[in-house]
């Protein structure tokens, strides 16, 4: 698609004296995506957003740095994304919803308006986050899963319609 496409290097030295150089972090692991953020934040590299040229984004929204919004994804009017979020294809987070960094919505997942997802969570394809809720950090809701109450315990995984949990994350 006519971008270079590099692995990170061992040392981050050698990509010092690129002039103009964007780094784009398009890891689906929250944990792997922050890890390198970190490390290109505290470098001082430049780490803007990447969005896909079919994506809506209202220009009422405020974005934070390192996020990645694929196509089709829908940002509805006065949204904010922190740092280093993934949007994935198709993914619509409504008017006024807020997601912290380091999170990942699958494809197709929605974020229903003024509902909230901390860091770090990742929100499964299909699933659905309905409005006014509040879901804690490290929070995986699967597949296809609906989301009808806060979520207040970090580290939680849900499934089903509605959504239920099944496990604590260690």
Known sequence: MGINVLP??????ELKNIEKLDIYLAIGCNKKRKHYW??????????????????IIDPS????????I???????????????????TGSIIEHEARIGSHSHLAPR???????KIHDSCFIGAGATIIDYLDVCSHTTLGAGAT?????????????GVPARS????T
């Open 166 to 169: 099944i496990s604590k994350k």
């Open 38 to 55: 970190e490390i290109l934040s505290k470098d001082g590299f430049c780490t803007p957003n990447l969005i896909s040229l079919s994506a």
């Open 8 to 13: 990170i290097p061992s040392s981050l030295d």
């Open 147 to 159: 989301l009808i109450k806060s979520v207040s315990k970090s580290a939680q995984t849900l499934v």
């Open 70 to 88: 694929c196509s089709n994804a829908f940002i509805g009017p006065c949204a904010q994304l922190g740092h280093n979020n993934l949007i994935n």
């Open 109 to 115: 997942s929605v974020l229903a308006g003024r509902s």
């Open 61 to 68: 929204v405020k974005l934070g740095e390192a996020n990645v």
